[in-house]
């Protein structure tokens, strides 16, 4: 399986890198890509990361999963997980309170988030081409 994948979350222009490996590989791709050392941080079953670029002064969102093939349970969860973090990010950052008034958005965007990120795991193909990454140069 490829190992970085990349969905944007809109209406927002939010970029979200979902990457598959080992926690080192991930950790040494977000450093030599991002700029940004994940310190001694470790999760076993995931990790969500809002990370700032200072490349281009952007945000983002980075979503790490362990070689779990996502056929199984455990990384259908994982992912479902991380992504509700990357959402509470995403409209946190917009200004939307996660709120039991605005339970709504946060439903319908990490729904969104989840159908994206499904399609861009079984063959990188989101809405009928290839999603590159919003800094193609930066990819390995």
């Known amino acids: 399986m490829k ?3 990349w969905i944007t979350a809109e209406p927002y ?3 979200i890198l979902i990457y598959i490996g080992s926690w080192a590989q991930y950790r040494a791709y ?6 940004v050392d994940l310190g001694d941080m470790h999760a076993n079953g ?3 990361s809002g990370l700032y670029n200072p490349r281009n002064g952007d ?4 979503v790490w999963l362990p070689e ?3 056929g199984t349970m455990n990384g259908v969860r994982s992912l479902s997980h991380e992504l509700l973090h990357a959402a509470l990010c995403i409209l946190n950052h917009v200004g ?11 439903c ?9 990120a499904h399609r861009a795991l079984n063959g990188n193909r989101v809405h009928g081409h290839t999603h590159r990454s919003p800094d193609h140069q930066l990819r390995p």
Not at 96 to 106: I, M
Not at 111 to 116: D, Q, V
């Open 3 to 5: 190992h970085v994948h």
């Open 13 to 15: 222009a939010w970029p």
């Open 30 to 35: 977000v450093r030599r890509t991002r700029g």
């Open 46 to 48: 995931g990790s969500h």
């Open 59 to 62: 945000n983002m969102s980075a």
């Open 68 to 70: 779990t093939p996502l």
């Open 96 to 106: 939307v309170a996660a709120d039991y008034d605005h339970q709504e958005a946060l």
């Open 108 to 116: 319908y965007l990490h729904e969104s988030l989840n159908r994206m």
